[in-house]
Structures are given as C-alpha cells and as structure tokens.
C-alpha cells in the first residue's frame, strides 16, 4: 500500500528554519517525482516546491524562491524540503504527494496526512 509521511512541523519564529520530511513507502519511490503543497487557513491549496523522480528538475513557487530547497534521497525514500527565512505568510499545513510519472506536473496520485507549519513570534 502506497503511503507518505510527513514529519518536521512546529513553531517556528520569523526568520526561523524547519527542515520537512515526507517518507515513502510502498511503491516504486525512484520513478515518481515528488511535490510539495501548502494549504492556510481560508485559502486554496498552493504549490510550493516539486523534484522529479531523479532529482535532476526542480520547481519553486515564486513566494518560497531563494529560502527553500528541496532534495531527495532514493535510497531512504525520502524527499526534504528546508525552509529557511521563514515568515508568517509560510504558516500552513504542508502536504508531499506523489506523481506516478518521472517528471513534476499538476496532477499527484498519492498525498500524506500533511504536517502543520506555524511561524509566529
């Protein structure tokens, strides 16, 4: 059975940093490019960051550019996501899913339970 874990949330003052996991396990974690999302309160869902299945493209929401990164280990089947000069606009809770195909795109199969992000001071 397919599922994704994420872990790493919490409070985390302004300018802070947090560093994401999103464990996979299940399926064929090298051949599925991975994203991350974010949900606030009140809002739609939003895309923040994705890598392909081999690490090689990444993509950036134009709000989390130049303070997160993503990466990913095959071998632990795991992608992260560092965010780094975190702000209050950044409080949501953060999704990783999973797209059965090498390269990122708009739609996703598989979503874990999501990981609250709150920046506050």
């Known amino acids: 059975q397919l599922q994704l874990v994420e872990s790493g949330g919490g409070l985390v003052q302004p300018g802070g940093s947090l560093r994401l996991s999103c464990v996979a396990s299940?399926?064929?974690?090298?051949?599925?490019?991975i994203g991350w999302f974010r949900q606030a309160p009140g809002k739609e869902r939003e895309g923040v960051s994705c890598?392909?299945?081999?690490?090689?493209?990444?993509t950036y929401a134009d709000s989390v550019k130049g303070r997160f990164t993503i990466s990913r280990d095959n071998a632990k089947n795991t992608v992260y996501l560092q965010m780094n000069s975190l702000e209050p606009e950044d409080t949501a809770i953060y999704y990783c899913?999973?797209?059965?195909?090498?390269?990122?795109?708009?739609?996703?199969?598989?979503w874990g339970q999501g990981t609250q992000v709150t920046v506050s001071s």
């Open positions: 899913a999973a797209r059965g195909v090498l390269r990122c795109g708009s739609t996703y199969d598989e």
């Open positions: 299940g399926f064929r974690f090298h051949y599925y490019a």
């Open positions: 890598i392909s299945s081999g690490g090689s493209t990444i």
